[in-house]
Structure formats: C-alpha cells, structure tokens
C-alpha cells in the first residue's frame, strides 16, 4: 500500500536559518506529491505540489522536488522566518487511491526571533 | 477562490445530543471529503463524495451520518457521540474524486463532547 514517512519533530530554528523536511514515499501508481501546512488552530493550507517525476513545486520561498529515484519530496526554505513556525505535512494522492491523501505523521517547526 | 468554509467554529455537545457541521465551497468541485484529526496527529479521512454521491466511508461508527444536498454543500450530522469524537472536523474539496488534484481545507470545527 502507500505511506509517507517524514522526518520527527519539532525542528527548533532560528530566524534566517535554513529549513529543510525530509519526506520519503511508496506508492504503487503514479502519486501527485504535496505538502500541507497547518498554523495553530487553523485547517490545512495547500503550500505546494508535484504531479510528476522532477517536478519542482514552489510557493512562499518554499520548494521541493519530486525524485523518483529516490522516493522523495524533501521541503526546503531558504530563511525563515517566525511566522513560518507552524506543523507541515507531507501527502501523497495516488492515480488507484480515489483522492484518498495518505499523510505522513507531520513535523512540528518552530521558528524563534 | 480558493475557500472552503466551514460553521461552526466551535462546538460544544452533550453525549445526548444531535448537531450538525456544515461546509460550503463555490469552487466549482465535485469531490467533497471530511475528516477528523485529533491533536498532533494527520488529519484521519471519514467520508468521501464525489458527484453527489458516498463513494468511500472510512468504517466510520454510525453516530456519524453525512449529507451532500448539493455540489457545493456538505453536512455531517452529530448524535449520540461519545467523549473521545472530541476533535477538529476538517471538510476538503478537490476538482474531482479520480485522479490526483490537490484538496482545498477549510478552517475546521473544533468539537467537544461532554
């Protein structure tokens, strides 16, 4: 079946910082890749996606390539800042999964001035 | 637009009593889910419509009963609940219930039951 495996938090960082997430896959078909993030109290935000293999998604100084190779969709941001602190998750939709998103346990980051 | 939103914000029930959440969107999707996450865990899927019509539920206990009037709402109605359904309620829509197209989330319904 499908999984997403992500890195544990929290990640404790200093503003300006860099920030990188790992996140590995399995899937049997040919999965989209995304990452979700969730501020405190609030739903999940769309923050980016990958539909295919060496797609690079992007949004709010954030990136993250869909390797292949590699089963990976590792989230990156260059320098961060506080308001970045917030839980990100890491999902998978599959093209046999009827739209079900299977999500990894997600990873605390907290951001400090 | 990209909103989905969701009434309540917050509940409060008793293990009596009979409630529903609401989710509206007017993005033009057809696939509507909902969800449960409790704290510091991924959101949980319960229920998927896609075109109007149930076309998954996760094994979700019966007290749980949703409703999708339209293409643009969707409902979940709440009875007898017990102490530990205390969670967020997430409603997501997405272009379709095939293929891979991102889910939209609204803001949830935070609920507790007494």
């Known amino acids: 079946g499908n999984s997403v495996t992500q890195m544990e938090g929290p990640v404790t960082l200093s503003e300006e910082a860099f920030l990188t997430i790992n996140c590995t896959y399995t899937a049997t078909g040919y999965p989209s890749l995304f990452w979700y993030v969730q501020y405190p109290g609030e739903g999940l935000q769309l923050l980016l996606k990958?539909?295919?293999?060496?797609d690079k998604g992007s949004n709010k100084g954030f990136e993250a390539t869909y390797r292949k190779e590699t089963t990976s969709f590792h989230l990156e941001k260059g320098s961060v800042q506080v308001s970045d602190s917030a839980v990100y998750f890491c999902?998978?939709?599959?093209?046999?999964?009827?739209?079900?998103?299977?999500f990894g346990a997600g990873t605390q980051v907290v951001v400090t001035p | 637009d990209t909103e989905v939103t969701q009434t309540p914000k917050h509940l409060v029930m008793g293990m009596t009593n009979k409630k529903s959440l609401k989710c509206e969107q007017h993005?033009?999707?057809?696939?509507m889910y909902w969800y449960k996450q409790k704290a510091k865990k991924p959101p949980e899927l319960m229920f998927v419509?896609?075109?109007?019509?149930?076309?998954i539920n996760e094994s979700v206990p019966s007290r749980f009963s949703p409703e999708c009037p339209n293409s643009s709402l969707l409902n979940l109605h709440l009875h007898a609940l017990q102490p530990e359904d205390s969670a967020l309620y997430l409603c997501?829509?997405?272009?379709?219930?095939?293929?891979?197209?991102?889910?939209?989330f609204g803001p949830g319904t935070r609920l507790t039951v007494t």
């Open positions: 999902a998978l939709s599959d093209t046999d999964s009827w739209g079900k998103l299977q």
């Open positions: 993005m033009g999707h057809r696939a």
């Open positions: 997501a829509s997405s272009l379709t219930g095939t293929g891979n197209y991102e889910q939209y």
């Open positions: 419509y896609s075109y109007e019509k149930l076309s």
């Open positions: 990958a539909t295919k293999a060496d």
